[in-house]
């Protein structure tokens, strides 16, 4: 408790994709863009692709989502064949393209791009001894760190060289501590790596004699990549004119027992059509629908998700239970800028933006609402009484995962333990809140029988609080003298 | 048959909105540009809002969505308390402001605009007497046409009155023929009218004292005004300082007995959370999918609907046969530009960047799938090829609407009778073709027998070939000589 | 007196421009492009090119300046071998592209464009009986009244040929009063117009076998086009594929013997590089510069020019007088946006964006000043208080031209009567409120004598209220019912 | 000789602005913006404003002009009392954000950002010996270069102090070699440096209490405030809340005795209007033109600027020699866009954009006409072709300087010596490729009599190749692997 304060710097939810494929069709740009418009949904603030043709990298990068950022003419700047992107959404104010990524710079190895997906814990220590040591800073992200301490490594090998690549990475991520899916792009080549416990997703794919690596197989699918297997927890790999090699990140250290993918993704933040830790998330979520009807059955007339997360678990709580599925809330495909209320108020404006209720469905009906998370409890709050006031009869909240309690520190975006009502509210409480006549939580046991999983292969911290990784318990030196802007 | 050359006009999809509450917040324009995002369904190409302050019109319009073009800045230049707004998406090339609506003209009479959803099937022949008696045109669209047949009205009453506008509407509209639902604006008048066979939908709603009409419910719901009542067939409604009035459009006809509501909206163009013709949309598709099920059942394990607008048909299918229903095909929530396809090229790839099939779902599964309707049949032939690439066993594709056989003159965009499959195919050739299994379309009388409704109330010339309005047989003359642009 | 109120109607000050080369390089637009860029001192507000590849006429206008308008991309899309092209600035309100030019519309003799210089008297008149016989309007530029006209003509020739399109062109412009130089542009020809007193100036340009028309032959210059003379007054030039016509716009009547050609286009408003009524504009204001020296001498140091018109008079001046010339007053380049007064205000803010007084030249000085006229007499002020914070110990102005004491109501720029400070002060006054130590104005005799011209050649409206053409005595009727916006 | 390849790197032509009143009307931005604006001339590709208030730095960068750049809402979020600001043209294609100016990062001692108006000739080799020592480079200027070496400094003071700040300052610039004016910014205090030879400009203003720096006068002159003195070559500047102070940069060193202010900003960078190194331009430039008719008179007709820059030189020209001056070339201003030369080829399209020769005044003269330099020679060639075309029949060429044969290092863009004509070329050899009948440079030697100043005082590299401070002579290593983009 009170550890919710700790941490005020840029917290990312991101996507990162590469291919390498230098040789071939040259249009790597391309690919990176598809692919990323394939994640978009794990970050539509910022994007950025770096493409190689084998001497200088081309970097774009700007505010906005991928089809609107990379246009045809933009995209035949990024030329060679070979590319790693990024798309970002940041959770503080910093909407900056200084902040934006891939993060690319010169240094005494050459060129060099990276791409980050997670969270280090340790990030504001190693920046300033990092500064102490005379490096400066122009963005606010834990991967100028990265960056720098890459810069810094000892290793000496040739330049441009993979050994060198290979060596300082593997030495700059010795310092760090935290959660990270990476993609590096050099040059001469591209390496991947995810951290020991396996935090972020991060899969491996082929498509004709071109590797690709990607937060989720959903970018696989659209470019008609083969899957061929997660990057694995605490691996290295390197693609280059010679191939690709599998390295251990740290091939001192022993591997970790406990992992840490993170069950966040399979509820909430990953696509249904990924395969996410090597499980179909749109099966996990199904199947924790099931359990959830199991836990908490409740007598109804309909059982209607809120769209689009809540859509798998509720039709595995509608099998389970035997209590019809329904549509009963529509999602508008159109929303995306700020809207203004008018002054003759709108009740849950900002809900009903995105969300219409149907009252011919509705009307007079017990609805069991099936909802992925809750995590300040006044979206839900809004939904519960938009159902009612379309004419249901009794409306039960049923959430597809256990309380968030704790806020995340390893990449998810989430909001200080303050905010979180399950912190603070036990769930009667929260139930009065939203104003549902019953709430049922999947229990955190319930969850990993549901699917078959062990525990110790998972972070669950946002529901119990075991952080895997331990992070500063006081609050960082606030940053007095900042740069902010483009 | 040979039909199909008949109409190369701008034919339109559309969607208006108006509202009237001169006195209140004046803020008219904000409420129209939040009732037409959530009617950006009916039209993505250009949209448009006409307010008044009384005095004059105020007009902005622009091609793109709704959310970009309407700024604060643009609706702080909208004033009023009345607007009419409408969205538009053309299907030929004439993507140019100059086609966008309202179409707001200054004549006689003072000023007007006019926003239109439907098809007038005169108004070329119309257009050229017009032309004949000196008219210029600076638009492609039928609109243009209503408004120089007001202007050139015998009626005589003040300018300005509501007697001068109702009479110059009824003059004008006794002269078209065809299908239209149509919003006018002028500084001292609101008046909605829907043709006599009520082809495109019109609702009245109020908000606090502001009468409202909108194309759909949905309109009304986002800014929580109350439906009243549809605007009836042959109905023209007027909304000035005195209040509401009702009277018959055509007062010296006799009242429609055949109506021609548009059955089509109901099965894919309308939101499903619009109560159309009186029906709740989801409902209705629903029914059908119920029905499609007796008629039309399958041994299989899975019910997969084409996201959005098969699912609840999908539902309903899935409930009467009692098969699981399981959302097989995720729909990308981030479409909107064009996208370049590689070189290297990517089988479907049209359809690719809007859905994704989930292999862990449908290997090995006997699949149902549900869609709304078949066109051209390359995208229906995708889609199973999709779903079979992922795994299904089987894949029995079923249509919750009849065989789409004619082009539609009325309003709904349809290509020529020379691509609608089921006009040059028979079912087994279109099953063949679209590569599925086996092929069921629901049939036109158990459409009508699914929701208990009269087929002499609606139109389904696209299912049938019965066209309730004739239409010129031949092609209308070449215009050799045109304008395009801005 | 009394007049100033009565236009409250559009204003422009235009240029415009015309080629046809059908069958050449079919780049008319590009050359249209260039032909406006060397225009664009004509007006800064909007620009438009309609170009015609013997079929369509394809349109861009927008608002802002020719070279952000007109992108490669949209040159490409303005197709064939013949264009015309308009630059537009508007005194009103009114910067809507609606008002913008060239006016493209369909009528029952195929397509036509139109591009307007000047102003007509009677356009509020026309409009009023267009509108009553049930035309409408869409802008509020005088260019759409002849457009109606032109529709509305009687003349029965085939639709498309040369005899319909200088039949209409002829029967409309008997019905307007006023100044106007006119480019039309079918598919099928290219016609130029100027009124009978030739307010307006227009060129005629041969560019390898191409036709060039254009306000100034700036124009030419840097298309390279040879001046072949000036379109004369009340002369009608038809181009088609049959090469040139010249014929009198008007047979019927005898040829105006009193010209009306607009000096003030020889003092400020063409380009001094520019040939206009058969004189070069440079050697004009020479001229007029080194007349006002005789008239207007005094004993001083230096003579500087208000930059850039005042040059060429202020040498003349120089040279008469023999007091040396310098540019003591330096003009930015990098006018063009609105920018921000500072809450600490910047004394004469407007003027200062734009000069600079060099206090090393002119500091202990006695100063000539030589500006081209005094309008409202702030800026003159504001000028003159700068060279004297700069250290000139006396400011003479001197001013090129006779005192601005009317308005134009044939195409140029002018406030109303109560705000041209001659109209309301006598020269004594005026001195003091520019706060010169003595002020001289050119003399309406001197004028035409200092370029040996006959006075009854030329519109002097605006110095001497000698109005060549009548104009309704009283306001217009309010137009209380109006359209703006885009 | 051979030299030339030696620099591949940016090179700027810059300008800079700061202004420090902390604790006032917190609109330093808006200020600086102003101040940018009348430095417009000093760099039109790129520019930037960091303003602070007191914690922070804001910062805003792109590519574009000044006015188009810092809109409204851009100034509202630049807060503070404090501000810098930068406006950049760069030779080579590396046009791109991330090179534009101010460079602002966090380091060890806080936030700083610096703005450079300059070239440094060891940057190279400051930058490789960074790298070694672990530094990364986000862009290719020499600023990012000066930043590193003061967050790598030794000094020990308090952090943002300003002992600290002038400390690390003087350590960085201890180590860099060349040619620089400085502006450096901290939320604690401002700082203005320039370098000991002095070769660009700095001056010093005052406007009610606040202190102002920037590389010209036209600067204060547009935001009124007071030119108090130069910053004088080798001077540190303090300005913090405890006022201003002013220290030597290097107090160990003895003061330059050879100093290097840059003549080629009298003869053509600087603005007429400013007094630059103590002299008024324009009255440098009227001595130059006075001198040069002198060591090259010729019987003609006209003296004749290349407007704007000759048009000082060629008044002083024509008064001492009694030829009349007349305005024989007009320049446009709407130039700024990239055009596109119809396939039809116009001779001297690039030049014909911007200026345009008068036939009327030039026909049959004998014209002098007068430049302030030669460059390659193309552009001389087309101007002297364009008279010659316009009628004149002799042209004289009258340039105001001496022949520029040797390429800048120190910060004005000049082209490689194999393209510096006079470097390849003796003078008739010029005379004849530009087709003049006669050319007449100014001399060395007349040009520092012309204004009497000593030559020890200034940089003439230029013209004379005796670079006051030397450069590597063999080519930078190529930097093979590099990062451009945004």
Redesign the interface.
Known sequence: MGYDAVYDKLKDECGIFGIWGVG??E?AA??A??GL??L??RGQEAAGI?STDG????????MG????IFT?EV?A??KGGAAIGHVRYSTTGESH??NAQPF?????G??V?VGHNGNLVNADQLRTEL????????SSSDTEVI??LI???KVNHPP?SPAQLMGSVREALARVSGAYSLLFL??SAMVGVRDPMGFRPLVLGRL?GQWVMASET?AL????ADYVREVEPGELILVDRDGLRSERLFPDRPAETRLGRCIFEAIYFA???S?LFG??V??TR?AFGKRLAVEHPVPADLVVPVP?SG??AA?GY??QSGI????GL?R??????T??E???Q??HFGV??KL??????LKGKRVVVVDDSIVRGTTSRKIVKMIRAAGASEVHLRISSPPTSWPCYYGIDTPTRQELIAATHDQPQIATYVTADSLGYLSLAGMYQAIGEKRETYCDACFSGEYLIDFPKRPAMA????????
């Open positions: 071939q069709q249009e391309n690919f863009y598809l418009h394939a978009q949904h770096v001497e200088t990298l081309h970097v774009h990068r700007d989502h991928v089809a609107d045809a995209i700047r990024l393209v200084r690319a710079v010169e240094y005494a050459g060129a791009a500064e102490a040591a005379g490096s400066i800073f122009t960056v720098h810069a810094r490594s441009g050099t040059p004709k959903t699918d659209l470019i008609e696509r249904p059509d395969i499980r179909s749109y099966a199904h689009d859509v798998p039709i509608a099998e019809p599925f329904a549509m529509v508008s495909h159109y929303v995306g800028r809207f203004i008018p002054s003759q709108i009740r009903k933006l219409n209720a149907l009252k011919d469905v940053r007095s003298l900042r740069v902010v802007g483009t």
